[in-house]
């Protein structure tokens, strides 16, 4: 496989066919969930479970950013949501720890999320910088 020194490059699907399958599985496990009447609440779950574990999402929001022009903004567009997601679930669970007196965890958890989302958005901007 390999022509002067350097390796020939596969194409894309047959580099990555574990994705493809996984992203396969998923699909059919859907198609037949919603054909038996699966309680959509466990198929949503158990969907966002194995996506999460085999990475999925993330190879999926990679592969839409490689398309050129228009596949960078929308992969902005998908991702940006997660930090709003992050930072709101603080703040609902200071508010309702304040008012239970939890005054000293607080400033703990929200000085926790707070370099959280700042190293996110660091290793962000770093990404697209190198």
């Known amino acids: 496989m390999a022509e002067n020194g350097v390796e020939k490059e596969r194409g894309i699907f047959r580099k ?65 949501p997660f930090i709003f997601i992050v930072n709101a679930i603080a703040y609902i669970v200071t508010f309702f720890s304040l008012r239970r007196g939890y005054a000293k965890e607080v400033l703990g958890s929200r000085v926790l999320v707070t370099s959280f989302i700042v190293g996110l958005i660091l290793g962000y901007a770093l990404g697209k910088l190198i």
């Open 16 to 80: 990555n066919w574990n994705i493809g399958c996984c992203l396969m599985i998923l699909l059919g496990f859907i198609v037949v969930a919603q054909h038996y009447g699966l309680d959509k609440e466990i198929t949503v779950l158990t969907v966002l479970f194995f996506g999460y574990v085999t990475q999925l999402f993330s190879v999926l929001v990679g592969y839409i950013a490689v398309i050129p022009v228009i596949g960078a903004p929308i992969a902005n567009i998908i991702s940006l």
